[in-house]
């Protein structure tokens, strides 16, 4: 077994680590019949680890297909690609827990019929975690352990949208201002006029769109698909164009920016590289600066990085649950329990509560499938978020049911972790939020 090596970057360190664990006698078969019993909430043992670890597929590793595995893979991702690590940083901030039952028989529709949170949880989740008034009042860790870290999937759009506004406080950024007036690069490209403003709400007209394109996640070959093989995360089909950076000049215009909300993770590649590129730091580096290191995170984070060192800015994100909770709680009246100074100012707040453009919201295709996951409708979506309600609340998922709900006006905080079936957690949350005082 080599170990393996790890280099500096400023303040974050880049992991590369390689899956080949097994031993030239080991086959999967040998495992199978424990690899059915695996019990992650307990950890997992050498010979799972192993077993695991071969059958690593870059081509299905996040398919679902295997749950087994995906759900190893989503609380192991520095083993199978390049990380960096974001360091803590100061004394933790405690959370103290008070139970409250009631929480967990909260009833809500779900795609299986109404249930309660209790069973919902049980049934589903990885991990779910409820913080009012900057108290934990439900968590449960059915199928993972409190210290693991777990992916957090396109959750992690939100942090590069945040950052973007932070640098938009200071007087850095002006959203206003099309894209080349801060990435030069792109101003012979077709990305040239798209202001800021469009490509942080996901409406820049580009291609490598997600739920647009039936063939975005099923054709390797399909501008999204490509995007994935740059970054080192699906396989590379012939003639892939690395580094993602470069890749990013390719894409070609197929509306004019500013008409529809069109989900696509390129939207957020940009966003993180225009954060790059105005201060002249990594992107780790900047979560680590700006966030993580300004909350009294209980954990260093990780990011998933491509082989040529392209962020993982759009899902690759992996941290502890009661950390992604506490990020959450950055934009409620509950940050002075997490950090000694206001690090979302109220301003930024307000944008993203009141700034939406509903319209495109209205026109985008994801807004019945929100809508139906939340048991109302939304007002709009905007700056990374995936929705922002009538009274304020907002929430951002991720890809197999990963969730933040944030109600600045209630003080709760509602995070989830899981591995398939995760998106009805939206109506627990919302449920929730509209139960308390």
Do not use: C
């Not at 080599?2 to 992991?15: D, E, W």
């Not at 609380?75 to 990380?83: A, I, K, Q, R, V």
């Not at 449960?140 to 938009?168: C, F, N, Q």
């Not at 206003?176 to 006029?193: D, R």
């Amino acid at each position: 077994m080599q170990i393996a090596p790890m280099r500096s970057i400023g303040t974050v360190a880049l992991v590369l680590a390689m899956p080949g664990l097994i031993p030239a006698s080991s086959t999967a078969g040998e495992w199978r019949d424990q690899e059915l019993r695996l019990h992650p909430e307990k950890g997992y043992t050498l010979q799972q680890t192993l077993a695991l670890h071969q059958r690593f597929d870059l081509a299905t590793w996040n398919s679902g297909n295997d749950i087994d595995f995906s759900r190893f893979a989503y609380l192991n991702t520095s083993p199978f690609f390049p990380h960096a690590w974001i360091p803590r940083a100061g004394q933790v901030a405690k959370l103290e827990s008070t139970s409250d039952p009631q929480i967990g028989e909260t009833k809500a529709k779900t795609a299986e019929g109404e249930m309660t949170l209790d069973e919902w949880t049980a049934g589903h989740l990885d991990g779910v975690i409820v913080v009012h008034n900057g108290k934990i009042i439900y968590e449960r860790y059915p199928r993972m352990r409190p210290t693991d870290r777990h992916i957090w999937w396109s959750v992690s759009k939100s942090v590069a949208g945040t950052i973007v506004g932070l640098l938009e406080e200071q007087g850095q950024i002006d959203v206003s201002k099309p894209i080349q007036t801060y990435l030069p690069k792109l101003a012979n490209s077709e990305w040239s006029g798209t202001p800021v403003i469009d490509i942080l709400d996901h409406a820049s007209g580009m291609t490598g769109l997600e739920a647009d394109d039936p063939d975005a996640y099923t054709d390797p070959q399909s501008p999204y698909g490509l995007f994935e093989a740059s970054l080192g995360i699906q396989p590379k089909p012939p003639k892939t164009l690395t580094p993602t950076y470069d890749y990013i000049t390719t894409l070609k215009r197929h509306k004019p920016s500013g008409k529809r909300f069109e989900y696509t993770s390129v939207n957020t590649f940009v966003t993180a590289w225009l954060a790059e590129t105005v201060t002249g730091r990594s992107y780790p580096e900047l979560v680590g600066e700006m966030i993580w290191q300004r909350m009294g995170a209980e954990a260093d984070a990780l990011l998933a990085m491509s082989p040529e060192g392209a962020p993982g800015a759009h899902g690759l994100l992996n941290t502890t649950l009661r950390d992604l909770a506490r990020y959450g709680m950055l934009f409620t009246k509950s940050w002075t329990i997490v950090a000694k100074e206001k690090v979302i100012p109220d301003s930024l707040i307000q944008k993203i509560q009141q700034d939406g453009r509903a319209y495109l919201y209205e026109a985008g295709m994801l807004k019945p499938k929100l809508d139906d996951y939340l048991g109302e409708a939304a007002a709009f979506q905007t700056r990374q978020w995936d929705f922002v309600m009538k009274d304020g609340d907002f929430g951002k998922s991720g890809f197999h049911g990963q969730t933040l709900y944030v109600s600045p006006s209630k003080n709760l905080v509602v995070a989830s972790f899981a591995t398939g079936k995760g998106y009805d957690t939206w109506s627990f949350a919302r449920t929730i939020a509209k139960s308390l005082k």
